[in-house]
């Protein structure tokens, strides 16, 4: 199965690295984005591993969710792919979904 990441869920992760940088270290940074791709590869075990996406289940495309500690990775399956939308930090407020 192959795993596409939208423009949105390349600039998360950034936004995600910058703000551990920042507030942690590179190295922690590191870790982080690390775990969030370890976790985004068990979806070449099973497409439906994920739970339903209930705050962006108005736009009615299946949107599905993985927990990577404090992060959420939202992804959709295609016929051929999974394309990941967006990885959000739960601790945020969830209604940032909805506008993105």
């Given at each position: ?19 551990y ?18 976790t ?32 959420k ?28």
């Amino acid at each position: 199965m192959v795993i596409k990441w939208s423009v949105s869920a390349e600039k998360d992760l950034e936004n995600i690295f910058q703000f551990y940088v920042k507030t942690a270290s590179k190295k922690v940074a590191k870790q982080i984005i690390e775990e969030i791709l370890f976790t985004t590869n068990t979806l070449k075990l099973g497409l439906y591993l994920g739970q339903i996406e209930p705050l962006l289940s108005f736009y009615e495309e299946g949107h599905r969710y993985l927990l990577s500690n404090h992060n959420k990775i939202i992804y959709l399956i295609k016929d051929e792919y999974v394309v990941i939308t967006h990885v959000f930090d739960t601790r945020r407020n969830p209604n940032i979904l909805e506008n993105k």
